[in-house]
């Protein structure tokens, strides 16, 4: 049997992505616009869906040597994982159709296409993988803010926060040499531009979370493998800082 740290569980369960998407989706409620509690429902438990699918898909077949910690779990727990699955989409439909706004379902459905792209995009354009990850992942999240007023300049940044933390898990787990650094930098001088002429609380939290990341990529070679998976998320955890309240 595998002994596994505590603070490495999260990860495992695919409940860190869930913990990052409802933690910004209510720190937009509370800074932005009022969101929906059954959107944030569903969020959830769709975000937990879409992550746990994945990881069961990339582990069907023959084990790999290189497979990362989550894999592996993943591997080792097919049954009661699918079985959880079947029971949280059941509420994740009941939900949906009995409190979403007729709206929010219309725009959820018409997200369906650009979750087969994603799948898709794994298969046979790997490199595309990563932007409509981060691409799904921050539409999931800003759904109900678009809806009523599309113009946001977070949502865009935010797209390429979410993109940039894919894409540093990816370059760690396989060994990749991609400039992370300068990546985050720009993105922080991006985030840090939006904040100086909107100054709102969210360009503030991404500002932050951009900074973090950039620190993260320079110091990330001195840290193992799962320190740098959990680091990689409590950069986006930034609205605790600002709203915690």
Same mark, same amino acid.
């Given at each position: 049997?595998?002994?596994?740290?505590?603070?490495?569980?999260?990860?495992?369960?695919? %409940?860190?992505?869930?913990?990052?998407?409802?933690?910004?989706?209510?720190? $937009?409620?509370?800074?932005?616009?009022?969101?929906?509690?059954?959107?944030?429902?569903? $969020?959830?438990? &769709?975000?937990?869906?879409?992550?746990?699918? #994945?990881?069961?898909?990339?582990?069907?077949? @023959?084990?790999?040597? /290189?497979?990362?910690?989550? *894999?592996?779990?993943?591997?080792?727990?097919?049954?009661?994982?699918? !079985?959880? =699955?079947?029971?949280?989409?059941?509420? /994740?439909?009941?939900?949906? $159709?009995?409190?979403? @706004?007729?709206?929010?379902?219309?725009?959820?459905?018409? =997200?369906?296409?650009?979750?087969?792209?994603?799948?898709? !995009?794994?298969?046979? *354009?790997?490199?595309?993988?990563? %932007?409509?990850?981060?691409?799904?992942?921050?539409?999931?999240?800003?759904?109900?803010?678009?809806?009523?007023?599309?113009?946001?300049?977070?949502?865009?940044?935010?797209?390429?926060?979410?993109?940039?933390?894919?894409?540093?898990?990816?370059?760690?787990?396989?060994? &990749?040499?991609?400039? $992370?650094?300068?990546?985050?930098?720009? +993105?922080?001088?991006?985030?840090?531009?939006?904040?100086?002429?909107?100054?709102?609380?969210?360009? +503030?939290?991404?500002?932050?979370?951009?900074?973090?990341?950039?620190?993260?990529?320079?110091? !990330?070679?001195? %840290?193992?493998?799962?320190?740098?998976? %959990?680091?990689? #998320?409590?950069?986006?955890?930034?609205?605790?800082?600002? *709203?915690?309240?």
């Amino acid at each position: 049997m595998i002994v596994r740290p505590w603070w490495l569980w999260p990860n495992l369960l695919s %409940l860190d992505a869930v913990v990052i998407a409802v933690l910004w989706q209510v720190f $937009l409620a509370r800074t932005v616009a009022p969101v929906a509690l059954a959107s944030t429902v569903v $969020l959830g438990l &769709s975000v937990w869906l879409v992550y746990t699918a #994945d990881r069961l898909r990339d582990t069907w077949g @023959p084990p790999r040597g /290189d497979e990362s910690p989550r *894999h592996s779990f993943a591997r080792q727990y097919r049954g009661p994982l699918l !079985a959880a =699955m079947a029971a949280v989409g059941a509420a /994740d439909v009941a939900v949906a $159709l009995g409190g979403l @706004p007729e709206r929010e379902l219309w725009a959820g459905l018409a =997200m369906l296409p650009v979750v087969a792209a994603r799948v898709f !995009a794994v298969r046979r *354009h790997p490199g595309l993988k990563n %932007l409509l990850t981060g691409l799904l992942f921050a539409a999931g999240i800003w759904m109900p803010i678009l809806l009523v007023d599309p113009w946001r300049p977070g949502f865009g940044l935010f797209v390429l926060l979410c993109t940039w933390n894919c894409a540093a898990i990816d370059a760690w787990e396989h060994a &990749s040499a991609r400039p $992370l650094a300068p990546a985050a930098a720009v +993105l922080m001088l991006a985030a840090f531009g939006v904040f100086s002429v909107t100054h709102l609380g969210v360009a +503030l939290a991404e500002t932050i979370s951009a900074t973090l990341c950039c620190g993260l990529a320079l110091v !990330a070679p001195r %840290l193992s493998a799962n320190h740098r998976r %959990l680091a990689v #998320d409590a950069c986006l955890l930034t609205p605790l800082l600002l *709203h915690a309240g």
